[in-house]
Nanobody, 129 residues
């Protein structure tokens, strides 16, 4: 069964940190572009960050630049999202997604949902004092 499983979410105070993990089973992530999305209550899903399959190229939503870092460990078949200096507006369910195959030569990624056809179930993040 092809599956993505997110973990690492939880409740954290403003200014705190969390590291989200996205682990794949049934397929290998190494030729996939991977992205993190989030959806806050009452809001549309938005792209947060992505990482290409080759070269480690990344993109970030403007509001999280400098606070979040995406990385991948192909040996562990896992992608991470390190989130620092968290703010209440970061509260959302966070989803990871994979392109399923190599995307546009492998050196690019985008935070729009179109290229991604494998999705996890999400992990909730709540930033509150």
């Amino acid at each position: 069964q092809l599956q993505l499983v997110e973990s690492g979410g939880g409740l954290v105070q403003p200014g705190g940190s969390l590291r989200l993990s996205c682990a794949a089973s049934g397929f290998t992530l190494d030729n996939n572009a991977i992205a993190w999305f989030r959806q806050a209550p009452g809001k549309e899903r938005e792209g947060v960050s992505c990482i290409s399959s080759k070269g480690g190229n990344t993109n970030y939503k403007d509001s999280i630049k400098g606070r979040f870092t995406i990385s991948r460990d192909n040996a562990k078949n896992t992608v991470y999202l390190q989130m620092n200096s968290l703010k209440p507006e970061d509260t959302a369910v966070y989803y990871c997604a994979a392109t399923g195959t190599q995307y546009l030569g492998g050196y690019v990624c985008f935070t729009s949902p179109t290229p991604y056809n494998r999705w996890g179930q999400g992990t909730p993040v709540t930033v509150s004092s």
